[in-house]
Every structure is written in structure tokens, then in C-alpha cells.
């Protein structure tokens, strides 16, 4: 496999934004960005290209434990951190700025460790496509200097997956995945039960092999998203299995929603 000239040069300017770091933290989740960024990084910098994953309630236990077996492929450096956003009021009560207290939390840990091992920046898996989302989470990196050498290299997704093919990395067609927060309409209050509740039916469904999904909280009622190759299994052979699934994790209602999926499905609603 080749890439285009195009790709060629920005993957160029990323090594060069990199290379002259000399050393960084990069906030690690496991998805495919943040793992092309990691592996450019790890390449160039080696034991200074530090990988920081943060576990909490609101990320499934699959997701910390395909990003360390991501790390160990890749080869790098990775610590794993505890974020506790659910300890903090302004995230619980779920505002359209909620993502800004948690990234808030998790950039000055970032820090703090960046400070501890002698590296001057902080990283995350930013690119070209996520300009024009709802992401209030970039205002706390902006404050806390976060840099996004993805977005300043020129890269858009499209470029993320084909640069990771490229590169051999199991992530290039890894469905986008987003904490589970991102589940609940804006103003509707985030628990450690709903998120369990959430969190069960996605991974029950996972179980019947489904890939791109989301089940959305609507009270007694789950709103599931699919990639539109999944409908027809979700309505034929497995309509059964599905409500009784969904059902099990504490819903009353199974809803499916024709739309499918899409990002920021939750920032639809007006404010």
C-alpha cells in the first residue's frame, strides 16, 4: 500500500511538530487518533512520548484494556490515571459545557505529569473534521496549553485512517467512541447507575456483534443508533435478542432510531 503525496506531506510536518518537542504527554484513549499520534510519537521520541490513559466509570473497562494492549503493540510508554468527573457537581448536572470540567480534570493531571517527568507539552488526538462539532472541551485545552499536532499537520480523519493502514495499526477502521456522559440529553443528570445502565446494554449488544452504536438515555426509554449496515440485523434475526438485551440493562423501552448513527447526536436538541 502506498499514500498520496498529500498525505505524505503532512505525515512529514507531524514528525517535524513532534520531533522538535523533544518529549510530551499525550492523552490516550485507545481510539484512532490518538493512537496514530501516539505510535508518530513513540517512533521519534521513544521513552519520551508518554501515553496517559485515564479509567473511570463513564469509559467501559474494554476500552482501557484495548488501549493497553494498543501501548504494549505499539511499544511506548503508558501510565493509566483515575479521572473523576463524576465527582465534580458541574459535570454531574450535565450542561451543554460538560465536557469543558472534564477535560478540565483530566489536562491538569496531564500536566502534573508532564511536570513530573521534564516534558514541556501536553498533547491530544484533535484533527482538521472536529472544528466544526460542539466541543467545549477544547476551550480547557486551550487554557492548559494543549497542543493538537493532528489538527496543526493538517490532518483529517480520512487521512488518520489512511495513514494508520499505512502503518499497520489495528485501529484504522475502529468505530469513533465517546465516554459514556455523551449518552444523556444535555441537563439530564449523570449517575453512576445511569452510566452503568448505559454502558450494559452497549456492551450487550456488542455481544450480539454490532460495532457502531449507541444507546442514547431517554429515561425508560433506549434510543439506539446503528451504522445503517446494521439495521436490517437489528430488525430481522436479532429484534428478539436485541429488546430483551436492552431490556435486561433496565429500560422499559427499546427504540430504534432511523437516523442511525451519527456524532453529537445530543447537541441536535436546541439549547
Known sequence: MTISQTLQGKTEKLRAILAEMGGCVIGFSGGVDSTLLFAVAAELLGERAIA???TSKTYPERELNEARELAER?????????SEELDIPEFRDNPRNRCYYCK???FG??????EQEGVG???DGTNCDDAGD???????GAELRVRSPLEEAGFTKKDIR???LYMGLPTWDKPAFACLSSRFPYGTAITPERVDQVGLAEESLRGLGFRTLRVRYHGSVARIELGEEEFERATGVLREEVVRKVKEAGFTYVALDLQGYRTGAMNEEPA
Open 52 to 54: 496517559v490513559t485515564a
Open 74 to 82: 505499539i511499544g511506548g510508554r503508558h501510565l493509566v490515571i483515575v
Open 104 to 106: 478540565k480534570e483530566l
Open 109 to 114: 493531571k496531564l500536566k502534573e505529569i508532564a
Open 121 to 123: 507539552y501536553m498533547l
Open 134 to 140: 460542539h466541543r467545549p472541551g477544547r476551550v480547557a
Open 162 to 164: 489512511d495513514l494508520s
